[in-house]
């Protein structure tokens, strides 16, 4: 099977620059003491009361040098292994978190629900070209309440599908809950 490619290398590289032009300039917002502690002491510009990091390029560049050349993503089963970084496939995702969503039955736009998030959760575990989850679900439920929406996200998507899930947790309850509880249980890495 032929690679996807979108982009040329020139495109690569004005986007590569472009990125280091704007994580020296503009900075990253960083809402972790101690990444942002380990970030200044290996030479980054540091605003700890706005928690804003600006990494120079060579610090940059140095991580991406140090930063495995593959890496494999996990679902549950060995035929869910998306490997990173090979060169020989081409993944694609499912994600959004759309507020809304086009009822099926009556045709016209409305807030999503819970049920539609499984519905939705359930029908990509079964579409083949589709790899995985990132940065939750499909739809964000609006009968579900914010501080545990992303417990939410993960129980429906643990539950209901046997695909990679990358959680863009948003608050720190949802986060030490998953790491103490969701992720070592369900095969995910445990955090440090």
Same mark, same amino acid.
């Given at each position: 099977?032929?690679?996807?490619? /979108?982009?040329?290398?020139?495109?690569?590289?004005?986007? @590569?620059?472009?990125?280091?032009?704007?994580?020296?300039?503009?900075?990253?917002?960083?809402?972790?003491?101690?990444?942002?502690?380990?970030?200044?002491?290996?030479?980054?510009?540091?605003?700890?009361?706005?928690?804003?990091?600006?990494?120079?390029?060579?610090?940059?560049?140095?991580?991406?040098?140090?930063?495995?050349?593959?890496?494999?993503?996990?679902?549950?089963?060995?035929?869910?292994?998306?490997?990173?970084?090979? @060169?020989? @496939?081409?993944?694609?995702?499912?994600?959004?978190?759309?507020?809304?969503?086009?009822?099926?039955?009556?045709?016209?736009?409305?807030?999503?629900?819970?049920?539609?998030?499984?519905? /939705?959760?359930?029908?990509?575990?079964?579409?083949? @070209?589709?790899?995985?989850?990132?940065?939750?679900?499909?739809?964000?439920?609006?009968?579900?309440?914010?501080?545990?929406?992303?417990?939410?996200?993960?129980?429906?998507?643990?539950?209901?599908?046997?695909?990679?899930?990358?959680?863009?947790?948003?608050?720190?309850?949802?986060?030490?809950?998953?790491?103490?509880?969701?992720?070592?249980?369900?095969?995910?890495?445990?955090?440090?």
């Amino acid at each position: 099977m032929r690679r996807l490619e /979108l982009l040329s290398n020139n495109e690569i590289k004005f986007i @590569h620059s472009s990125s280091i032009r704007i994580l020296e300039e503009v900075g990253v917002n960083i809402n972790n003491a101690r990444a942002l502690k380990l970030l200044n002491a290996a030479g980054a510009e540091v605003d700890f009361e706005k928690k804003l990091a600006k990494p120079p390029q060579d610090l940059v560049e140095s991580m991406v040098k140090k930063a495995p050349n593959r890496i494999t993503l996990f679902g549950r089963g060995s035929k869910n292994l998306l490997r990173l970084g090979s @060169h020989t @496939h081409t993944y694609f995702h499912a994600g959004g978190l759309s507020p809304f969503i086009r009822d099926p039955v009556t045709g016209k736009q409305r807030k999503a629900t819970k049920d539609d998030v499984i519905y /939705l959760v359930r029908l990509v575990d079964f579409l083949p @070209h589709i790899n995985a989850f990132w940065a939750g679900t499909p739809a964000s439920p609006k009968n579900v309440q914010q501080q545990v929406r992303d417990l939410i996200y993960a129980k429906i998507m643990f539950e209901n599908s046997e695909k990679h899930c990358g959680l863009d947790v948003s608050n720190g309850f949802s986060r030490k809950i998953l790491d103490q509880d969701g992720f070592s249980r369900h095969g995910g890495a445990k955090r440090n």
